[in-house]
């Protein structure tokens, strides 16, 4: 896929990122299929540090187990114990993002069929 200047955006998300050394930041970026968010991520932290989950059509557990070895490679951190939840990962790295920005792009599109109706949020 082609990725079109798109400073702006870009601009943004680097401004958030700075604001996380001082406090703790949440974005979304959403989106059609296909238009290029990931892309513009990508392109934006393109040298830094950088996890990237994609949510397949996978149950829970198993992409836990993607996300670890992940975190993992990418972090070259040690994890002990099984994280076999959402919940296991993303508790793990709300810690480890106390002492350094961690960015974190998720690809959610599929993040319904893998999340039983019984576990999501009211």
Excluded at 47 to 64: H, R, T
């Amino acid at each position: 896929m082609k990725f079109y200047n798109r400073a702006k955006e870009m601009a943004l998300l680097v401004k958030t990122e700075q604001k996380s050394l001082e406090a703790a930041q949440m974005m979304f970026v959403v989106g059609r299929r296909r238009i290029g968010k990931t892309a513009l991520l990508m392109q934006t932290f393109r040298g830094e540090q950088a996890l990237y989950f994609f949510v397949e059509k996978k149950n829970e557990a198993l992409l836990c187990e993607e996300f670890v070895t992940e975190i993992r490679d990418k972090l070259g951190v040690n994890l002990f114990g099984e994280f076999r939840s959402f919940k296991d990962v993303f508790g793990y790295l709300m810690e480890l993002s106390q002492n350094s920005f961690i960015f974190l792009p998720v690809v959610l599109q599929n993040m319904l069929n893998c999340w039983p109706m019984q576990k999501r949020l009211p």
